[in-house]
């Protein structure tokens, strides 16, 4: 038989493989409508699938682990006994993986006493001596040692369980320096950490490779063990017998008596309705066609969601839609299709008729009573639809619900992005949607009457899963908030090309200076953009101190030459950092200098659903990474200027916002008393942690307290205040010791917020927004803690987040009301941007002050700091 036509057997070490994946993915992003999370199942499968479409292997089998008591437990009672408790979202996932592997015909394989690399072992053992190429895919490492020229290992990259490394013979000895049969020797020196098997102390790989090299086998090592010199032979000969005990339980199985060979797992076809039932339980939407294709399935076009059938909608003239619309009495959905900013044609739906018209400037006489009146309308992804419509004169009334939102403030880490995900999440059918690749779509899409159909009943849907309060941000925050966004970024910003054009240009002389100073400084030319040139000359030529180590090298990033400069100072790293300073302006000089329309203003869009504590983000271009604090970046925000008909810019922003709100959520005296004193709170802090009168608080002392202050917010460590401060540990510790001492309700609350946390599975704002946080009970430590940090912070910048849209919609409204010219442009992180007609700034200026002080009731006063000026540097305060 020839190499080409032997059959392939593929054996795969299920548990490990998924296990993998759900660390590989967020468990938060895998989790259905009852709340079964899927993250592994679905990393295997994508895993899986992808293996068979690539291998096509015609035997086939998946072994799984029983339990963690094996033959090997009851050699070493502690074998893998320090592994942590199985997570509680990972419980569940592989009973049904197992159902899936079953409705695709694949055989899946388990034996008590053993482990599911012995069930690898032993088939691909009996598979090279039958005649097949074997294929083993595990995450375990005992399987390198049955690596030969018939059994290839396929064993996941540092990438995860998405990118496989194939291991021939040739592959082991380039990796490990010795033939795939002796790694377990290796493995037996060394020890494995996560098997809880402990090695000979003080060897590692490197030592083990050398003296089975020179030995020739474990056994000739152990023999000859006194001949090993220094404190690694004391060692060797002190923890033979864990040698030799390791070396008996990494040594896999090949023997297990096990019901079907080879030869009987040939790959047959799968159930497909099985298939499309278990997927549709688990939500695998977009999955399911790659399995189809992976096996050669043809897919008959039973759909994995409930068929529904839609109402096909009239096609009317533009009066007699607005008169159906004007007599519904309940809710009822609208889409407007929009091309270049403008509407092209409308749907109208409630549950049972559907409506549309193409778009007119007749249409729009007819429609506009009815589409600015308060009749309760829900949309999805509104904020884009009410521009077009007030590009066409049309200021919409009553949005009461946009999908988009709803869906994003259920599941802020993970939202649903279009209107299918939603119809698929809450509804259990499916969107028609037609293929954007193809020029003649095979299937037709919803109609804009039809979509508005699905808006309504999703719509429905959401709100029925939403918690009050939750409701309540939706209703009193979001939605509010969507329509001022719409009129600001219609109005845009004036920017002055030629300000941003002449400090363009500077910054370019100035880049090309440095970088000349900087080849200067190390003799030759380099990319001071390449990380890994980069490398090259600050570890290799200059001999510098190695920073933290990345998947490409040695870390280049700013806080790590920060460190570097620190330990080793060197003009090269003060060279390369201002001209990556100069480099990183002119770039965001240029995004901001192609975004300026011909009306001479930059019209950013605002994303609400782009943080999951509720913060706006900007982006097109990006407002909000234009730097603050250096001369530099006052330059640039000079170039934000008035525009005609208008005679100043007017800028707002909350004083230490989220310090007001933790001292509220806090109750802690000594802080509200700071507030409520008019002090500065840092100096007031600092005369209490350091005992000292305020007059007496030095710069020094301010600036630790308020590191500290903001720190804790951030759940900041003793650690990480130490770096952040340049201080000793120990000082930093010390300093928290002492903060908390004065301050013990901060202390309070912030344990029992992530403690609160942990209960509920998520933390809420003062106004009821909630974060979940699967993570909180992870076994991953880095995991947890990382969530408990963002468990501290989200409902502080949840809150803040809040107050500011607050703030923003009722400053909007106000100014509109009250018939002034005056407009928001501009929401910058704590910071609002006016533009104030003549004769207008001491109304703007009341109602800014007044609006953003009364946007919450805290236990201390919110205070606002207005600015004045003909640009926005002028304007800083």
């Not at 094996?70 to 006994?81: G, I, M, N």
């Not at 942690?689 to 308020?706: C, L, N, Q, S, Y």
Request: charged residues 25%; proline residues 5%.
């Amino acid at each position: 038989m020839t190499d080409s036509a032997k059959p392939t057997l593929m054996v795969v070490d299920g548990h490990s493989l998924a296990y993998r994946a759900f660390f590989a993915l967020p468990v938060d992003n895998f989790t259905t409508r009852d709340n079964q999370h899927t993250n592994a199942i679905y990393g295997f499968l994508s895993m899986f699938v992808n293996l068979i479409k690539a291998e096509k292997p015609t035997h086939l089998a998946v072994a799984f682990d029983t339990s963690r008591h094996s033959f090997r437990t009851d050699v070493y009672a502690e074998y893998k006994a320090t592994r942590s408790e199985t997570p509680q979202e990972f419980r569940g996932q592989i009973p049904l993986l197992q159902d899936c592997l079953a409705a695709m015909s694949v055989p899946v394989l388990t034996k008590e006493g053993v482990e599911a690399d012995d069930i690898l072992a032993t088939l691909a053992t009996q598979g090279a001596e039958q005649g097949f190429d074997v294929l083993v895919v595990s995450g375990d490492r005992d399987t390198i040692q049955l690596v030969n020229d018939e059994i290839t290992l396929l064993y996941p990259s540092v990438q995860g369980v998405s990118q496989l490394k194939r291991y021939d013979p040739a592959a082991v000895v380039d990796r490990y320096g010795v033939r795939p049969e002796q790694y377990p020797d290796i493995a037996a020196l060394v020890g494995e950490t996560s098997d809880n098997l402990p090695g000979v102390p003080k060897v590692g790989e490197k030592t083990a490779v050398k003296w089975l090299t020179q030995f020739g086998s474990l056994d000739e090592l152990l023999a000859r063990a006194d001949e090993i010199k220094g404190v690694v032979g004391g060692n060797l000969r002190e923890h033979i017998e864990d040698v030799r005990r390791n070396r008996q339980l990494n040594r896999l199985l090949r023997d297990v008596e096990l019901p079907v060979g080879p030869g009987e797992i040939a790959v047959s076809p799968m159930d497909a309705q099985a298939v499309r039932d278990i997927f549709a339980r688990l939500e695998f939407r977009t999955l399911l066609p790659r399995v189809f294709e992976a096996v050669g399935a043809e897919d008959d076009g039973a759909s994995t969601e409930v068929a529904v059938e839609m109402p096909e909608p009239v096609q009317a003239d533009a009066a007699s839609l607005a008169s159906w619309a004007s007599a519904q009495d309940g809710p009822l959905g609208v889409t407007v299709v929009t091309a270049g900013g403008a509407p092209v044609r409308i749907g109208v739906a409630d549950e049972s008729e559907l409506y549309e018209c193409d778009w007119s400037d007749e249409a729009a006489t007819d429609l506009r009573g009815w589409l600015e009146s308060d009749a309760p309308k829900a949309m999805h992804d509104a904020k884009p639809q009410v521009k077009a419509l007030l590009s066409a004169g049309v200021r919409l009334g009553g949005l009461g619900d946009d999908t988009l939102l709803g869906g994003w403030l259920m599941r802020p880490s993970f939202p649903d992005k279009t209107l299918g995900n939603l119809i698929e999440r809450y509804l259990g059918e499916k969107l028609p949607e037609a293929d954007p690749s193809q020029l003649v779509p095979e299937q037709e899409g919803a109609t804009p009457a039809q979509e508005a159909w699905f808006t309504l009943r999703a719509s429905t849907a959401i709100r029925a899963a939403m918690p009050e309060s939750v409701a309540s941000v939706l209703t009193d925050i979001e939605l509010p908030s969507l329509m001022t966004l719409a009129d600001m970024e219609l109005a845009g910003v004036a920017v002055s090309h030629s300000v941003l054009a002449e400090f363009s240009a500077e910054l370019a002389t100035r880049a090309d200076a440095i970088a000349q100073d900087a080849y200067a400084t190390i003799g030759h030319e380099v990319n001071l953009g390449s990380p890994k040139q980069l490398q090259e000359v600050l570890f290799e030529e200059l001999q510098l101190p190695k920073t933290r180590k990345t998947k490409t090298g040695y870390s280049t990033d700013a806080a790590s030459l920060a460190d570097i400069q620190e330990k080793a100072p060197h003009p090269f790293l003060e060279q390369l950092s201002q001209h990556r300073e100069a480099t990183k302006l002119r770039q965001i000089i240029e995004s901001l200098d192609t975004a300026i329309r011909a009306d001479g203003r930059v019209h950013t869009t605002y994303v609400q659903t782009g943080s999951q504590t509720g913060r706006l983000s900007s982006t097109d271009p990006n407002l909000q990474n234009i730097p603050v604090r250096t001369e530099e970046s006052r330059r640039i925000r000079s170039a934000f200027q008035v525009g005609e008909g208008h005679e100043t810019l007017l800028t707002a922003d909350y004083s230490q916002i989220e310090m007001r709100i933790m001292a509220h959520l806090s109750g802690d005296a000594g802080l509200i008393e700071a507030f409520n004193s008019g002090e500065d709170l840092h100096r007031f802090v600092g005369a209490r942690v350091f005992g000292v009168e305020p007059e007496d608080v030095t710069p020094a002392m301010r600036t630790k307290v308020k590191a500290m202050s903001y720190g804790l917010v951030y759940g900041l460590s003793a650690f990480g205040l130490s770096k952040q401060l340049r201080i000793e540990q120990s000082e930093a510790k010390q300093l928290m010791l002492e903060y908390f001492a004065r301050f013990g309700a901060v202390r309070d609350y912030l344990r029992a917020s992530v403690m609160k946390a942990k209960e509920d599975g998520y933390t809420e704002t003062i106004f009821g927004r909630r974060r979940p946080f699967p993570d909180l009970s992870s076994p991953n430590r880095v995991l947890r803690e990382n969530a408990e940090r963002a468990a501290l912070n989200a409902p502080i910048q949840g809150s803040a987040a809040d107050i500011m849209k607050i703030a923003l919609f009722r400053i909007h409204d106000d100014l509109t009301s009250r018939g002034l010219a005056s407009r928001v442009l501009l929401q910058i992180h704590d910071e609002l941007v006016v533009e104030v007609a003549a004769g207008e700034w001491d109304a703007v200026d009341r109602v800014v002050r007044d609006r953003m002080a009364g946007a919450a009731d805290l236990s201390v006063p919110l205070d606002v700091q207005v600015g004045r000026g003909r640009n926005w540097n002028e304007a800083a305060h």
